[in-house]
T-cell receptor, first 113, second 114 residues
Framework: ETGVTQSPTHLIKTRGQQVTLRCSSQ?????VSWYQQALGQGPQFIFQ???????GRGNFPPRFSGLQFPNYSSELNVNALELDDSALYLC????????????FGNGTRLTVT | AQSVTQLGSHVSVSEGALVLLRCNYS??????LFWYVQYPNQGLQLLLK??????LVKGINGFEAEFKKSETSFHLTKPSAHMSDAAEYFC????????????FGTGTQLKVEL
């Protein structure tokens, strides 16, 4: 089975720019979650998508937005980048359900200068 | 707000020694609890999870964790450390009413020495 893949692996952007990160779900999974992991911190929940609809959001501003496509792949978009947005962005796919484990990709390392 | 506390950002053990990584959760209702491991430049991998039932949970690679409601704890243990266990470990709890949306602790870096 194909695991969760994220692209690109690394990205450097300038403050104020916009960025799109991509994620392909593991086969059979219908739910995608995005997490932000700042250096030395644990992952923080950004939002989750289920059946192409946002299904919960963490404490992140509206300039963080996402999409889920019919094939369950997903995008994370961040507008008006700030220096504090520099982090590892992790995508995780799963089935819907409280005890369905998350399967993480290796992440995209975003650096904002 | 819910929180997960991991005591000790860095833990160092000798190869063959007991591994004990501490985690305390905050939840007014019994949460679902998870331990994940992260190797350098990789995503997180599930070690084990507690949902309901038996409070002692066995996971992969010889790890286990015990859910103690009275102590709001979910500590991770392994009887004998191996060099390959060196990694960062994260404890997480499900958000109340939040399905599989997780709140993570800040992580514990485990170092295994010869």
């Amino acid at each position: 089975e194909t695991g969760v893949t994220q692209s690109p692996t690394h990205l450097i952007k300038t403050r104020g720019q916009q960025v799109t990160l991509r994620c392909s779900s593991q086969s059979g999974h219908n739910t995608v979650s995005w997490y932000q992991q700042a250096l030395g911190q644990g992952p923080q929940f950004i939002f989750q998508y289920y059946r192409e609809e946002e299904n919960g959001r963490g404490n992140f501003p509206p300039r963080f937005s996402g999409l889920q496509f019919p094939n369950y792949s997903s995008e994370l978009n961040v507008n008006a980048l700030e220096l504090d947005d520099s982090a590892l962005y992790l995508c995780a796919s799963s089935l819907q359900g409280v005890d369905s484990p998350l399967h993480f990709g290796n992440g995209t390392r975003l650096t904002v200068t | 707000a819910q929180s997960v506390t991991q005591l000790g950002s860095h833990v160092s053990v000798s190869e063959g020694a007991l591994v004990l990584l501490r985690c305390n959760y905050s939840s007014s209702v019994p949460p679902y609890l998870f331990w994940y491991v992260q190797y350098p430049n990789q995503g997180l991998q599930l070690l084990l999870k507690y949902t309901t039932g038996a409070t002692l949970v066995k996971g992969i690679n010889g790890f286990e964790a015990e859910f103690k409601k009275s102590e709001t704890s979910f500590h991770l243990t392994k009887p004998s450390a191996h060099m390959s266990d060196a990694a960062e470990y994260f404890c997480a709890q499900s958000q109340t009413g939040g399905g599989n949306k997780l709140t993570f602790g800040t992580g514990t870096q485990l170092k295994v020495e010869l």
